[in-house]
């Protein structure tokens, strides 16, 4: 991959502000401050379930029943408040972003490509692995992707990486389980 994920991440929150209209300014305001700021995208990382005891940021796009914007962290939540933009631009912490997007659409295959690209990329992989069995894959995409980490593995192998090998070989045994659990039963 040619860009980094923070280039990945700033790119999609570029899609989002584009493609979806958000309930809040602060939403909006939000997105863009992180897009703007290299040390912010290092430290963000889009999910597809809210994981307790995460710092986590939400945000609703209208035609969702979801609060416009919700900022959790270290048990004190503030809910459609202009001191989320303050805290988040002043505080430089780890957050986690949940998106609720519009519920008439079907789900945006933009953000499971970004779900993927983060937990091929980021260090912080194992914590976020159950995103794997929330991506919707057709089989020749998911036959794609098992390659690619193959292919990957036996890479991370001639190179001595031994990190990037755990972290590959942990990813590939996931998707294989994530076969063995969605196959029909006889």
Not at 47 to 54: F, T
Not at 103 to 111: A, H, M, S, W
Not at 144 to 163: A, E, T, V, Y
């Amino acid at each position: 991959m040619t860009d980094t994920l923070q280039q990945v991440k700033a790119s999609f929150i570029e899609y989002i502000l584009f493609q979806y209209r958000f309930k809040s300014r602060i939403s909006v305001w939000v997105l863009n401050l992180i897009k703007s700021s290299p040390e912010l995208l290092q430290h963000i990382h889009f999910v597809d379930a809210y994981i307790s005891n995460h710092n986590t940021l939400e945000i609703a796009t209208d035609n969702t029943s979801q609060p416009a914007i919700k900022f959790t962290m270290q048990n004190q939540v503030m809910i459609n408040n202009d001191k989320i933009f303050d805290y988040i631009a002043d505080q430089k912490i780890s957050f986690d972003i949940k998106l609720y997007l519009n519920q008439e659409e079907v789900r945006d295959t933009k953000l499971d490509e970004l779900l993927l690209t983060q937990l091929l990329n980021s260090p912080y992989y194992a914590i976020y692995i159950q995103d794997i069995y929330r991506i919707p894959l057709s089989k020749q995409s998911e036959s794609s992707i098992i390659k690619h980490l193959q292919d990957n593995i036996d890479l991370s192998l001639q190179l001595h990486d031994k990190d990037l090998f755990y972290q590959l070989s942990q990813i590939l045994n996931t998707f294989k389980l994530r076969n063995l659990n969605i196959l029909p039963k006889d």
